[in-house]
């Protein structure tokens, strides 16, 4: 019951309510208890037995009417897990469960071990039977339909910690999988493991906990409970625990939540919620935002990739209005401090030769403040140095920076390296510019093919066509080039040398130089495209004027008029 992804349907009534809506998940005659791995691991202890007067820690009560009810076929594995998970099946599974029922000579046949979890569905056809409840399958729904969507993805920072994962379902295991070669858990190293809580249990008898572990268990609620209980006794102060459960119930959520559980997650999962289940457990309480990072790179030379850059985070600082910082990766040629008229100052190079020594007062003092809103890592644009600096450098000054402002704007040099490569791939958004000619779209095309290998859980790279109508140039046609991509181009620019030649040789920005052109539009279009907001509404300068009352003068007319009126 994730905080962000799970709805909490009952959160908002009163805990008598929640009490009347919970589920007794005693044994009764017909139903034999789902089964566990419990019994095939040797470090793991069976729960003993309660007798009746005995009352559990949580207990629920079924509405009338509703019968457990085995399914027939379990379910189906999903179709993208990995091959090698599918084969394997635990050499101790543990034997059926039967149960002698009270009452019956012959003993409940046992459940088999792959059946599927109970599910409840109302008996047929006691739907009006007393004690029957609709409201809270009207509440959850009400609740889901009226949830907004995640639409965009989380920005989650994870930092270099050990990630330790237990699933059992085939398709947890899968998301696990892709969760832990996504960008943001590039910093993390995960560990994914076949077992439940008893395999958790059973390997932190002979070994440190990491400082994240992740349990899934398909058991009943009071059986998760009691497996948390048996797991924290195995594990180290200050080790955070998620645990995946197919119950969905916020009785049981605030039951873990009270034994020191960080989290609890209802599966099925997407890897999506799983890394901003991760994230959230690891943000700093002190820094209020993790910043947006927007790289802008050209698919080659003189595609205008830095000019588009600047130009857009200029929108997103003065039209839109949020807090921007653009930090120009192109040590030896960078453009930056040109285009806003600023001079160069070494402050992205200081900050790569002394990473480790970055704070909030240091990175201040490095940038220039360009509006109140805009501020600059302007590159130093010498080559009096030699600019070899390792990629984890470049990972933790742009890690710092995206600490300081809402939206990161990189802009990336036409080059190819190993912190080029990874910063395309570890950046929250990529842009990449062309030109409608053969080479960019071949360039375009290697970029695109390895940051979506890269970045399977994100949106494709955007595409921007830029200097498109150049007067005697052959161009491929814009859709021609998209189709030939696999994406529509998110903008196209037109060829305007006059608008954009002027702007640079003045220091300007598109917006203050050519506020009516096409280019100053797309620059807004993109800035609401790249930053997911949308442009302030104009207020409109003048009051609409109330009616006139009846008897009195027309509008616009002074009572003194007519004693300056002129003669004629």
């Given amino acids: 019951m994730s905080n962000a992804f799970a709805p909490r349907a009952f959160e908002d009534f009163d805990e008598d309510f929640d009490l009347d809506m919970g589920a007794d998940l005693t044994p009764t005659p017909g139903h034999a208890p789902h089964p566990t791995a419990a019994s095939a691991h040797p470090g793991f202890v069976q729960a003993p037995a309660q007798s009746a007067e005995e009352r559990a820690p949580l207990r629920f009560t079924a509405p009338a009417g509703i019968a457990p009810v085995v399914p027939a076929t379990p379910a189906a594995p999903v179709p993208d897990a990995p091959a090698d998970w599918t084969a ?24 088999p071990a792959d059946a599927a979890m109970p599910a409840l569905r109302p008996a047929e056809p006691d739907y009006d039977a007393s004690g029957y409840n609709p409201v809270g399958d009207m509440v959850a729904g009400a609740s889901a339909a009226f949830s907004p969507p995640v639409t965009t993805t989380p920005e989650v920072s994870v930092p270099r910690i050990a990630i330790h994962i237990f699933a059992e379902r085939q398709d947890t295991l899968a998301a696990a999988d892709r969760a832990a070669q996504d960008r943001r858990l590039s910093r993390a190293t995960t560990q994914i493991r076949i077992g439940g809580i008893p395999a958790a249990v059973e390997a932190y008898q002979h070994e440190p906990t990491p400082p994240l572990i992740v349990v899934e268990c398909l058991s009943d609620p009071q059986r998760l409970l009691w497996e948390v209980d048996q797991l924290a006794e195995v594990c180290d102060a200050g080790t955070k625990v998620v645990v995946i459960g197919p119950t969905n119930d916020i009785l049981l959520f605030r039951e873990l939540m009270r034994r020191g559980v960080s989290e609890y997650l209802v599966a099925p999962l997407q ?7 991760i994230g959230g457990l690891f943000a700093d309480p002190a820094q209020p935002f993790i910043g947006r990072s927007i790289a802008f790179v050209g698919a080659r030379g003189g595609s205008g990739a830095s000019s588009i850059a600047h130009n857009t985070a200029y929108a997103i600082s003065e039209k839109i209005g949020a807090n921007t910082v653009i930090v120009d990766y192109d040590l030896p040629f960078g453009t930056a401090g040109l285009d806003f008229n600023q001079d160069p100052l070494n402050g992205v190079a200081d ?41 984890d450098a470049f990972e933790e000054v742009t890690s710092q920076i995206r600490s300081t402002a809402p939206f990161v704007i990189l ?15 570890t ?29 399977p859980n994100d949106a494709p790279p955007r595409l921007v066509l830029n200097q498109v109508g150049v007067p005697g140039r052959p161009e491929i046609p814009a859709k021609d080039f998209g189709t030939a991509l696999g994406v529509h181009p998110s903008l196209i620019i037109p060829f305007d040398p006059k608008t954009f030649g002027t702007a640079a040789n003045n220091g300007q920005m598109i917006v203050d130089a050519g506020a009516k052109s096409k280019a100053a539009e797309a620059f807004q279009t993109l800035a609401q495209i790249v930053s997911q907001r949308e442009l302030p509404q104009a207020q409109p300068s003048k009051m609409r004027a109330l009616p006139a009352p009846s008897g009195s003068k027309p509008a616009g007319k002074s009572l003194f008029s007519g004693l300056f009126k002129k003669k004629s």
């Fill in 271 to 277: 890897p999506l919620q799983l890394i901003t289940a």
């Fill in 427 to 455: 950046a929250d958004e990529v842009v990449v510019v062309a030109t409608p000619d053969l080479a960019s779209l071949r360039n375009a095309k290697n970029m695109m093919d390895l940051i979506r290998q890269g970045r």
């Fill in 88 to 111: 394997v099946v635990s050499p101790e599974a543990p034997a059926p469960l039967s149960m002698h029922v009270p009452g019956q000579d012959a003993p409940v046949p046992p459940v």
């Fill in 351 to 391: 900050a790569l030769t002394q990473p480790d020594r970055l704070d909030a007062t240091l990175l201040d003092r490095m940038m220039v403040r360009c509006t109140d809103k805009l501020s600059l890592f302007a590159a130093p644009a010498t080559l009096d140095t030699d600019w070899d600096i390792s990629a």
């Fill in 411 to 425: 802009d990336l040099p036409h080059l190819w390296s190993g912190w080029m490569r990874r910063t395309l791939i």
